[in-house]
């Protein structure tokens, strides 16, 4: 995982990648698009991109006219504006009609570090998942973004795609890797607890599955791309095989991935389980890294849940 790419970047690219390949594309965008990357579009499709300002709601509204007369609007904005302040109408006129559209929410999770919690969306995928009919996908490196926003596009229905604005190692190999909604991805083997993680966290989980060998743990990784409708059979046989699990996502503790692994698991394979994730706090300003560790998403924090959830297992 020596190389780095940024999602928003490898989103950008995709994007008007598809503008070529199908007209029909149209993209929209609330004033961020040199932050989203949405321009890339732009730039090469002028007629087909529409600026709207400040101005989420309405951008919401005009994509789900677009959607009813036929286009596959992709609409880009900060993830916590996607939330906060498009809300109304993605969940009345687009989720509600059952609408093709594509929502993409960048910098999601803490990733726009500096601008603190008015930019933080930390409480996206519990809004997002919530709705009926809306898919919701988050991915974990620049070759899951690509062959993701690629699949939303050719899935019918409202799609909601959470891109984190930093820098990620390459996880995967795009020759060989094949991304499928709603099928989580094994990504090392082990038979002693399962971690299934989401987004930016997945590189970390990877990183302590190799940390813990050295303790004599083998661990299991899961990257759980997608979080709605979620692997409901790949966490079940994990659970079964390994008897613990620990999620981990760059969202509150409440509402997002691990919510939605304890709604299946309690229902169908009861087994000890921990979430890692922001505990119930907002937060606050300062370097990425630095603010990942200080509210619980570091490696050593993942490796500490392992070593606890393997306790409970044992008792």
Do not use: W
């Not at 880009?76 to 594509?102: C, E, H, Q, W």
């Not at 899935?155 to 991304?179: C, D, M, Q, T």
Request: proline share 3%; net charge neutral; with cysteine.
């Amino acid at each position: 995982m020596a190389d780095k790419k940024a999602i928003r970047d490898a989103y950008g690219e995709v994007l008007a990648k598809l503008g070529e390949e199908n007209d029909n594309i149209i993209a929209l965008e609330a004033d961020v698009g040199s932050s989203s990357k949405s321009i890339l579009f732009g730039k090469k499709y002028p007629d087909r991109y529409f600026n709207v300002g400040i101005a989420e709601a309405n951008m919401a509204a005009m994509a789900a006219g677009f959607a009813a007369a036929g286009k596959i609007p992709f609409v880009n904005t900060f993830a916590a504006f996607m939330v906060l302040r498009a809300g109304d109408p993605v969940r009345s006129l687009i989720a509600y009609t059952n609408l093709n559209v594509k929502l993409a929410g960048t910098y999601a999770g803490l990733s726009d570090s500096y601008d603190g919690a008015s930019h933080h969306a930390i409480a996206d995928i519990a809004f997002m998942r919530a709705l009926p009919n809306m898919t919701v996908i988050s991915v974990a490196d620049a070759v899951e973004t690509e062959l993701a926003t690629r699949a939303a596009a050719a899935f019918e229905g409202p799609v909601y795609l959470r891109l984190s604005r930093a820098e990620v190692p390459i996880i995967f190999n795009k020759e060989n890797y094949h991304f499928e909604i709603g099928k989580g991805v094994l990504l090392t083997q082990g038979d002693d607890v399962t971690i299934a993680a989401t987004g930016y966290m997945v590189q970390k989980a990877v990183e302590a599955a190799e940390r813990l060998k050295a303790n004599g743990v083998r661990a299991r990784v899961v990257n759980m791309h997608t979080i709605k409708p979620i692997d409901r059979e790949l966490l079940i046989r994990c659970a079964r095989e390994t008897g613990a699990v620990v999620t981990v996502e760059e969202h509150n503790i409440y509402g997002g991935l691990g919510s939605a692994a304890a709604e299946v698991l309690s229902k169908e394979y009861p087994v000890p389980m921990e979430v890692v994730g922001i505990e119930d706090t907002f937060t606050e300003s300062g370097d990425y890294e630095q603010l990942l560790k200080k509210y619980g998403l570091s490696v050593e924090n993942i490796m500490h849940s392992v070593k606890k959830i393997m306790k409970r297992k044992r008792s």
